[in-house]
């Protein structure tokens, strides 16, 4: 079975917007551990409403729901590292953190391609 898929000019607009915004976020995320990330989150959650009722509004909604728990584990990392003690978990629980954030993106990002909703 052939199946094609067919992209009107709106949805291939957000579709490259939503591709731009996955490299600002992996880019903000290699250079500034994500401190960065805020704005193209805030772009985010300004082009998600544009993109209601298409796979790519989807795609809005994982890189922010990625951000937000990102920076949730960060502060339980910045909380563990305050403790002598804590030093040890918190670099082990930064290191899973940053590889769960890098997977999040790649995934995306791939899914986005083969033109995939995420599951949010």
């Given amino acids: 079975m052939n199946q094609q898929l067919v992209l009107d000019g709106r949805t291939a607009d957000a579709k490259n917007t939503a591709r731009l915004l996955y490299l600002v976020h992996a880019v903000t995320f290699f250079f500034s551990l994500g401190l960065?990330?805020?704005?193209?989150?805030?772009?985010?959650?300004?082009?998600?409403?544009?993109?209601?009722?298409?796979?790519?509004?989807?795609?809005h909604t994982w890189m922010?729901?990625?951000?937000?728990w990102y920076v949730v584990w960060m502060v339980v990392v910045g909380?563990?590292?305050?403790?002598?003690?804590?030093?040890?978990?918190?670099?082990?629980?930064w290191g899973i953190v940053w590889l769960w954030k890098a997977y999040r993106l790649i995934r995306g990002f791939v899914d986005l391609n083969a033109n995939s909703p995420m599951p949010v």
């Fill in 36 to 59: 960065l990330s805020i704005i193209p989150v805030i772009i985010n959650y300004s082009k998600r409403a544009e993109t209601e009722g298409t796979m790519v509004h989807s795609h």
């Fill in 64 to 68: 922010i729901r990625s951000f937000w």
């Fill in 79 to 93: 909380v563990l590292f305050l403790t002598f003690i804590g030093i040890p978990i918190a670099l082990a629980v």
